[in-house]
């Protein structure tokens, strides 16, 4: 039973169009991150919700936009689609373990590659 | 903001031999530390942690890693290389308080036989 699944795994598409990956997370967990990974594998926090409130946005062009129907669920939809949007995007989500101290390590899905030609 | 910088986006070993990952972060105040391994077309799954107490923490597949805040490192060990262990190493942080990591740009190990 996947803890944290996307959808779809693989993405090809032309410039400008527009596409969404789907995530969804069985664990119970409140926090869901989308992050991005270059061909460099370099790992970049786009955003992240909290029971379904954007919690970080990090200077992500307006062209993607997260969508969070409920804690569960985090899909991610782009627009006008550019060569540079080609990577792999993972969906992650983690537990807050208290008041104190929030840290829950991070379940990652197993990405979706994404090339825009 | 955090900072974790890995030494080495390349670590080839033989197999049977010593691993060592480096990790550092910049923080005046102690993080959370991560480590992940990321197998090739695979998402990323947790080896080992650190958020209080021992500093020297035992993770999966025989890895482990100290924490030492005078060096503000994390560096991963295994005594004993195993083919299996080949694969893309990443160090994370996060802020004590906030549901933000940071990764390091990873370090691809190779195992040679």
């Known amino acids: 039973d996947t803890a944290v699944s996307q959808t779809p795994k693989y993405l090809v598409t032309q410039m400008g169009n527009d596409k969404s990956i789907k995530c969804e997370q069985n664990?119970?967990?409140?926090?869901m991150y989308w992050y991005k990974q270059d061909s460099k594998k370099f790992l970049k926090i786009m955003f992240s919700?909290?029971?379904?409130?954007?919690?970080i946005n990090e200077t992500v062009p307006n062209r993607f936009s997260p969508k969070s129907p409920d804690k569960a669920h985090l899909n991610l939809h782009i627009n006008s689609l550019e060569l540079g949007d080609s990577a792999v995007y993972f969906c992650?989500?983690?537990?807050?373990?208290?008041?104190?101290?929030?840290?829950?390590?991070?379940?990652f899905g197993e990405g979706s590659r994404l090339t825009v030609l | 903001a955090q900072s974790v910088t890995q030494l080495g986006s390349h670590v080839s070993v033989s197999e049977g031999a010593l691993v060592l990952l480096r990790c550092n972060y910049s923080?005046?105040?102690?993080?959370?530390l991560f480590w992940y391994v990321q197998y090739p077309n695979q998402g990323l799954q947790l080896l080992l942690k650190?958020?209080?107490?021992?500093?020297l923490v035992k993770g999966i597949n025989g890895f482990e890693a100290e924490f030492k805040k005078s060096e503000t490192s994390f560096h991963l060990t295994k005594p004993s290389a195993h083919m299996s262990d080949a694969a893309e190493y990443f160090c994370?942080?996060?802020?004590?308080?906030?549901?933000?990591?940071?990764f390091g740009s990873g370090t691809k190990l190779n195992v040679k036989p």
């Open positions: 992650a989500s983690s537990q807050d373990v208290g008041e104190i101290s929030k840290t829950g390590e991070l379940f």
């Open positions: 664990l119970g967990h409140d926090t």
């Open positions: 919700y909290n029971n379904k409130e954007l919690i």
């Open positions: 923080s005046s105040v102690p993080p959370y």
């Open positions: 650190y958020t209080t107490g021992a500093t």
């Open positions: 994370a942080v996060s802020e004590r308080g906030f549901n933000k990591f940071y």
